[in-house]
Structures are given as C-alpha cells and as structure tokens.
C-alpha cells in the first residue's frame, strides 16, 4: 500500500515536471514566454540548444508518464488485501439451538355444497 501511494506521488509530480516542460517549448505561433510580454524567447537556452534539451525532456518525462500509468493500473487492478478472502467461515462455539415448529393451524371447514 505504501508503494502505491509513493507511486501516485511520483507520478504526479511527473506529470507536472511534463506539463511544464510542454509548455516551455516553442510553439508555431509563439511560445509562453510571449503570452506573458517576453520579447526574446529563447534568450535562456539560445537559438538551437533550448530545442535539443526540451525536446529529449520531453521525450524522457513523456516515457516515465506512461510507464508510471501502467505500473499504477496494475498496482491498482489487484486493490487492497482483505481478512475476510478465501477464507472459510469460523466454527461457532455456541451450541445450535433448533428453532420451535411454527404451530399448525386448522383448515376452516369447507361450505356445504349446494344441491342442483
């Protein structure tokens, strides 16, 4: 159980890592940088090298999202153990009591029957 919870954890900060990394890329018709008044984009990283290094990011965080999805499914599919599974019911240790018979009650008479 506690792997999966630490699981769930690295996959969300995967995921976000990759949200970030996916928008800091340059885009086709600008970049986050520029929705948010940067005149130069790519001062950071420069012309080419800010592509190569966003780009493999990219590639690399996109991988570990995946394969983080797959482990958590399966982790997920087998649930939580239980005491209660596969398990044969305990032998009481009380004596059975047999209930009492339910009390019979008469048939009413039938009607007489009528002469034709």
Known sequence: MILYYLLSTLYVMVCLILLLVVLLQ??????????FGGGSSQTAFGARGGAT???????????LFMLGALALAIIGQRGPGSIVTGTAPAPSSAPRVPSPA????????APPSQPK
């Open 26 to 35: 340059q885009g086709r018709g600008g970049d986050i940088a520029s929705a």
């Open 53 to 63: 290094v966003l780009s493999k990011a990219t590639a690399v965080f996109a991988v």
């Open 102 to 109: 339910p009390a019979s009650t008469p048939k009413p008479p």
